[in-house]
């Protein structure tokens, strides 16, 4: 896959999903799109999941040819950085801190959104079932579960004051999701990675 546009950057990237209104927020972008190159729907077209980071019929008015132009070179822009990503399975989590309990409900929360609705959700690709070996289902089930756990952590972390032993556990479940990731890129994505062909149109 040749690069066809460049990534603005982070916070770039971040200023145009608010200018937009988006309810995606960067981080569920990313591995949405991460998700989506690993996926053997290969009737998935980038269009497809930028359309899925807006609510139905909430999608951006783009007035003239050049706005559509440009909003679409910015997205494509972070889904090729995102192809190098994988391509080379280096995908990692945004890196967690040590923070208030408040802090680190708000951070669980938003990891089990980020692994289900954006990696989990990329990969399905918008269908119900997939024909996938039983350790590639395996795997993204695993993902589909540790969302959840993030989900159940956030809620322990209500009822807790012990902030550093959860913040342990955090750290262990992002290296584990990590690992899950990176190991179902080896053997299932970097095989196939060169015939993998996305499209906008």
């Known amino acids: 896959m040749q690069i066809e546009n460049t990534y603005i950057g982070d916070e770039k990237f971040k200023r145009f999903l608010e200018h937009y209104k988006c309810p995606s927020d960067i981080e569920i972008v990313k591995l949405k799109f991460a998700g989506a190159i690993c996926s053997p729907n290969n009737d998935l ?3 497809d999941v930028i359309s899925s980071f807006f609510r139905d019929n909430q999608q951006p008015r783009l007035e003239t040819k050049s706005e559509a132009e440009l909003f679409f070179k910015f997205f494509m822009g972070l889904w090729d950085e995102m192809f190098f990503v994988v391509k080379a399975n280096k995908l990692k989590l945004p890196k967690v801190k ?3 309990k408040e802090d680190l409900i708000t951070l669980c929360e938003e990891r089990s959104r980020q692994i289900e609705f954006g990696f989990v959700e990329g990969f399905w690709g918008g269908l119900q079932t997939l024909n ?3 350790f590639t289902a395996e795997l993204i089930n695993s993902l589909s579960d540790m969302a959840d756990a993030y989900y159940l952590l956030a809620q322990k972390l209500t009822k807790s004051n012990d902030n550093d032993d959860i913040y342990s556990i955090i750290v262990n479940m992002d290296e584990k999701v990590e690992e899950t990731i990176s190991f179902l ?6 095989p196939r990675i060169d015939n993998i062909q996305r499209t906008v149109n």
């Open 185 to 190: 890129i080896n053997y299932f994505v970097l």
């Open 98 to 100: 040590k923070a208030s």
């Open 132 to 134: 996938i070996p039983n």
């Open 45 to 47: 077209r980038p269009t």
